[in-house]
């Protein structure tokens, strides 16, 4: 059966300890981590460990991108991004965190993509590598340079969103084969956040409590042979954490994710 897992830092402030204890009281079986300067009260890379301790795996990181969008324009700030994904990278192989979700463009008007973007990913993608890290791009608002990224760099992966391909990035465009990922993209999806909202903002809800095609999203999932963990990225801001303790949140959540799980293997 597969895993469980969904997003470390889930909307309520609370020391991280006492998260991942939540987490697992839930029934989870996995954590994705926010791997960047806001570590909370436990350092960063005590983390996975302390996850693990619980019996919690620790299925990937996600990397800050504030600037991502430097890697597409001259100048040295596109380079120090690069240098910030590799230590990044370099930190989760230290700790046994095996993938590394990043962005390659932020907001709706990034720069217009160019080859030294993918060169400075490159760069990215083997340093990674060599620290056994996979690099797994995020589906955003730019189906274009994902696309053109993903056939260039064919030793990075690629992480789906659900609420990304809902409100930022349409289907219609993503997947031209209707409700199947493109072929070449098969074997490729490493990770997955799943999540929900209203069509119109990326709410991260918790599934089925918004617009998202599931059956579509499972449909893709299929057809890209994804055999990973099933994580959630939602958070309860304003629409749970007024009304629900964290545990009922996280019991909501872990019924919404073993959903899909049972949609998925019905298959």
Request: proline content about 7%; glycine content about 10%; some cysteine.
């Amino acid at each position: 059966m597969r895993p469980l897992g969904i997003f470390a830092w889930f909307g309520y402030e609370l020391p991280v300890r006492q998260s991942l204890e939540k987490i697992k009281a839930a029934g989870f079986d996995g954590v994705m981590l926010w791997w960047s300067e806001m570590e909370g009260d436990v350092p960063l890379l005590q983390q996975p460990g302390l996850a693990r301790d619980m019996g919690l795996g620790v299925e990937n990181a996600h990397a800050p991108f504030d600037g991502c969008n430097s890697l597409w324009l001259p100048g040295p700030e596109g380079d120090r991004y690069i240098d910030d994904l590799l230590r990044c990278a370099e930190g989760c192989g230290q700790t046994g965190v095996d993938t590394l979700v990043i962005h390659i463009s932020d907001g709706e008007t990034p720069p217009r993509w160019h080859p030294r973007g993918v060169t400075r990913l490159r760069r990215a993608v083997d340093g990674a590598r060599q620290a056994g890290v996979t690099l797994a791009l995020e589906n955003l608002r730019q189906p274009d340079y994902l696309r053109r990224t993903l056939d260039a760099l064919p030793d990075a992966a690629l992480c789906y969103d659900s609420g990304h391909a809902q409100v930022e990035f349409p289907p219609v465009e993503y997947l031209p084969e209707g409700n199947r990922l493109p072929s070449r993209y098969t074997g490729r999806v490493r990770a997955v956040h799943l999540h929900d909202n209203n069509g119109k903002e990326d709410q991260h809800i918790l599934p089925f409590d918004g617009v998202v095609d599931w059956t579509g999203v499972i449909d893709r999932l299929r057809s890209a042979a994804y055999d990973g963990p099933l994580t959630l990225e939602v958070q309860a801001w304003e629409f749970y954490e007024n009304r629900l303790e964290a545990e009922a949140f996280l019991s909501l959540a872990h019924r919404a994710a073993n959903r899909i799980r049972l949609m998925l293997d019905a298959g």
